[in-house]
T-cell receptor
Framework: QKEVEQDPGPLSVPEGAIVSLNCTYS??????FMWYRQYSRKGPELLMY????GNKEDGRFTAQVDKSSKYISLFIRDSQPSDSATYLC???????????FGTGTRLLVSP | DSGVTQTPKHLITATGQRVTLRCSPR?????VYWYQQSLDQGLQFLIQ???????AKGNILERFSAQQFPDLHSELNLSSLELGDSALYFC?????????????FGPGTRLLVL
């Protein structure tokens, strides 16, 4: 079983839609949860960083963590064509700096 | 702009050759991480350095090595290159080790081995 499962997509939505991106993980030692956005041929850019279960909001982005289900989500409200990118979930354990990434979900937002 | 710089942006070389990738972390960051991103494997952690010392190793081949210099820049050396080493190589930096921290990625070096 992979440590992290993420649907590769592509996920195609019209501009203005609410987007839901998800990852499941199997390692209960993961304590830190991140979402990165990666545009084509660019480095991953940190979007959201959370520690505990619950929701964290930043502008149009909301990160949700459910540790009991080992499931994390990223919601994007009022999606824009500029949100078209690959979204990577990432995890690490306390005291261990290595990030474990999902394979990424490609999102396409059409005008 | 994350503040992490990587050179070169692109590298084209032949099998059996050796290349060096360079990374400068964000100002004030002591940790440098190297990752490899290929189409079939996704982003894979290779190695971490903290203030000049190796701190963690991931899926790094014996043909690959890295170091971090006193000015905190880091180099990743890839030798005896094979076709399968073609990938994007990213460097990330972070402020300290042993605690929660975020990692900020550079723009990457795209390596093509022919």
């Amino acid at each position: 079983q992979k440590e992290v499962e993420q649907d590769p997509g592509p996920l195609s939505v019209p501009e203005g839609a609410i987007v839901s991106l998800n990852c499941t993980y199997s390692n209960s030692a993961f304590q830190y949860f991140m979402w990165y956005r990666q545009y084509s041929r660019k480095g991953p850019e940190l979007l959201m960083y959370t520690y505990s279960s619950g929701n964290k909001e930043d502008g149009r982005f909301t990160a949700q963590v459910d540790k009991s289900s080992k499931y994390i989500s990223l919601f994007i409200r009022d999606s824009q064509p500029s949100d078209s990118a690959t979204y990577l979930c990432a995890f690490h354990k306390t005291g261990f700096q290595k990030l474990v990434f999902g394979t990424g979900t490609r999102l396409l937002v059409s005008p | 702009d994350s503040g992490v710089t990587q050179t070169p942006k692109h590298l084209i070389t032949a099998t059996g050759q050796r290349v060096t990738l360079r990374c400068s972390p964000r100002s004030g960051d002591l940790s440098v991480y190297w990752y490899q991103q290929s189409l079939d494997q996704g982003l894979q952690f290779l190695i971490q350095y903290y203030n000049g010392e190796e701190r963690a190793k991931g899926n790094i081949l014996e043909r690959f090595s890295a170091q971090q210099f006193p000015d905190l820049h880091s180099e990743l050396n890839l030798s005896s290159l094979e076709l399968g080493d073609s990938a994007l190589y990213f460097c990330a930096s972070g402020p300290r080790t042993g605690s929660q921290e975020t990692q900020y990625f550079g723009p990457g070096t795209r390596l093509l081995v022919l």
